[in-house]
């Protein structure tokens, strides 16, 4: 395999190293047993999230053996974001969501073989300490002036909000993970975010004052989009990666509809084809980009990544069949409802008027223009032709008894949901 460093700098994926020469060496030398830290703020990983969780697998692909770490202790406190103070959640919420986080974790990773994979709780080392403890064996080895110059802090400090010392102290918290995991398994190794940059090396710096040993951090860049708006986001929100707060269609249909000028860095990041395969799909993007190759390539790899390949096969169906390339009626009624969810849809008791529809959900501006689209042959429900000015569905038209699928032409599409 090409050489794992070498491999995440192509793929644009180390933004950050302590000393990159020194974490080559030791890949070589190898196996690194290294660690990710996810904290359960809320019931569910997100995009964001994802570009950790591939980077691992990609890690532990080259032979190296990952800890993934859900913070039960750090849940509770919350890392500092840059605007203002997190809510603590309480225990009980915390504990669920440790639980949830580590189901989406587990199946991105082998636990099997010699460098099989550990998930471990920063709770089972922080829940029994002493404050006390805490203060004497590690806060010692912290320097407050270095503590408030770390860029999250900083920031903090210079706002209206300002930082409590509950949050000032997560890195405290983070450093004491790493110097633990250390001790516990080997851990020389730990890899995260960019932004997380004074979390990471605040435990790299712990372990060289405690354990005098060299070990390493590794941050990945944040995503930026050509657009100027946030990766991960849609206009309904975040991306998750719960298929309860984002269904598998919307997933997939993120992907499916990128900027072709962010095509190149997704495919890099997010996908485990090989150099030539992207490098393909790049050129197809280029020479051809109504064809959208690449983005259906990473639709489809990382739909089927995160949510299986059943539910990627039903979300390509359901696509197709919306724009009539097959059958509205043999579709399950789930992947269909998070289909229709994603379009222009209205809610009524009753079927009402073909036109009628058409101009209350906004496929055209008035129903005198929906008659002219019917009569110019250019409406159709749930795929077929309306050919009646004056015609009205039948409960029987209804796609499991409650939706109808309205289309202008052959790509503006809209739902209507038949409440009664």
Known sequence: MTDIVDELKWRGLLALSTDEDALRKAFADGPVTFYCG???????????????????????????RP???????????????PTSERTLNDPETVGEWVGRLRAQIEPFLDFEGPNAALMVNNLDWTSGLSAI???????????????????????????????????????????????????RYGCTLQTGGSDQWGNLTAGTDLIHRVEGA?????????????????????????????????TPYAFYQFWLNADDRDVPGFLRIFSFRSREEITDLERQTEERPQARAAQRALAEEL??????????????????????????????????????SELPHIRVAAPAPVVDLFAEVGLVQSKSAARRTVKEGGAYVNNAKVTAEDAVPEAGDLLHGRWLVLRR??????????TG
């Open 67 to 81: 800890l993934g770490l859900v913070g039960g202790a750090t849940g509770l406190i919350g890392d500092p974001k």
């Open 133 to 183: 403890s805490f203060l004497r064996d590690v806060g010692k080895h912290f320097r407050v002036n270095k503590m408030i110059a770390k860029e999250a802090v900083a920031r903090r400090l210079n706002s209206d909000a300002g930082i409590s010392y509950t949050e000032f102290s997560y890195q405290i918290l983070q450093a004491m993970d790493f110097l633990e995991l250390y001790r």
């Open 303 to 340: 739909t089927t990544l995160v949510h299986g390949a059943d539910q990627t096969a039903a979300v390509i169906a359901a696509s197709k069949a919306l724009f009539g390339q097959g059958e509205l009626a043999d579709l399950d009624e789930a992947t269909l409802t998070a289909a229709l």
């Open 214 to 246: 060299p070990v390493h951090a590794l941050g990945t860049p944040l995503i930026t989009k050509a657009d100027g708006t946030k990766f991960g986001k849609t206009e309904s929100g975040t991306v998750w990666l719960d298929p309860e707060l984002t």
């Open 38 to 64: 996810f904290d359960p703020t809320a019931p569910s990983l997100h995009l964001g999230n994802l570009v950790q969780i591939l980077t691992m697998r990609r890690i532990q692909r080259a032979g190296n």
């Open 409 to 418: 032409g052959k790509k503006n599409l809209a739902a209507v949901e038949i």
